[in-house]
């Protein structure tokens, strides 16, 4: 069976220090990997998407990038962390081809920047 | 671009009692797909239910169904008999047919009452 995994679960990081979230899957192969960021009144907002290693779709312009070294696995990086960069990320897989509609979410990370 | 609205931040209802959850959307393409996502206090994400448009019939899934309406780019969620655990975030969410973009609402918190 597919598994995902996220880690860490909580992080707290001061302002201007470096970020790197990682997201792996188990059990599948190629799949579509997202990253999402969770904030109060704000929902799950796509952050960054990927169809494949080293393909990566930014929506949305931010201090945040992503990377997919492997193809399973799935990073969310920062050189430099904003306050505003707190809030709760989650990675989500989704397998590849007709019928496979649903996407599978890791526990999260809460990310706390002070 | 595609939208996903959700114009109730909060919805209570008692137990025993059913429940509308609201979601709009916009998008140009004609096929894709529509998902309803729980979320309770853990924030695991879960599947609810699924909508492909290209069906006229509303999905269901137990106590929970849809009110698809295509021509107005609606796509209601009920919950009938609700039930102390389903208490949770719910997410509205869309995905083209020929897209590999998962976009969400910004969530209805809903809180069931004993």
């Known amino acids: 069976s597919q598994t995902i995994h996220q880690w860490p679960a909580t992080l707290v990081q001061p302002v201007g220090s470096p970020l790197s979230l990682e997201c792996t899957v188990e059990?599948?192969?190629?799949?579509?990997l997202y990253w999402y960021r969770q904030a109060a009144g704000r929902g799950l907002q796509l952050l960054f998407y990927?169809?494949?290693?080293?393909?990566i779709s930014s929506e949305v312009p931010q201090n945040l990038s992503a990377s997919r070294p492997q193809d399973r696995q799935f990073i969310l990086s920062s050189k430099k962390l904003l306050l505003s960069d707190s809030g709760f990320y989650l990675c989500?897989?989704?397998?590849?081809?007709?019928?496979?509609?649903?996407?599978?979410f890791g526990q999260g990370t809460r990310l706390t920047v002070v | 671009a595609q939208t996903v609205t959700q114009s109730q931040p909060e919805m209570s209802v008692q137990e025993a009692e059913t429940v509308t959850l609201s979601c709009t959307y916009d998008?140009?393409?004609?096929?894709?797909?529509l998902f309803w996502y729980k979320q309770p206090p853990s924030r695991q994400m879960i599947l609810v239910i699924r909508?492909?448009?290209?069906?006229?019939q509303n999905a269901t899934e137990n106590r929970f169904s849809v009110n698809f309406q295509k021509a107005a780019k609606s796509f209601s969620l009920k919950i009938s008999d609700s039930q102390l655990g389903d208490t949770a975030m719910y997410f509205c969410?869309?995905?083209?047919?020929?897209?590999?973009?998962?976009?969400f609402g910004t969530g209805t918190r809903l809180q069931v009452f004993p």
């Open positions: 909508q492909e448009a290209y069906k006229q």
């Open positions: 059990g599948t192969s190629n799949p579509n």
């Open positions: 989500a897989w989704r397998g590849q081809g007709e019928g496979h509609t649903e996407a599978f």
């Open positions: 990927s169809v494949g290693i080293g393909q």
């Open positions: 969410a869309f995905m083209g047919y020929n897209t590999d973009k998962l976009i």
């Open positions: 998008t140009s393409e004609n096929n894709y797909y």
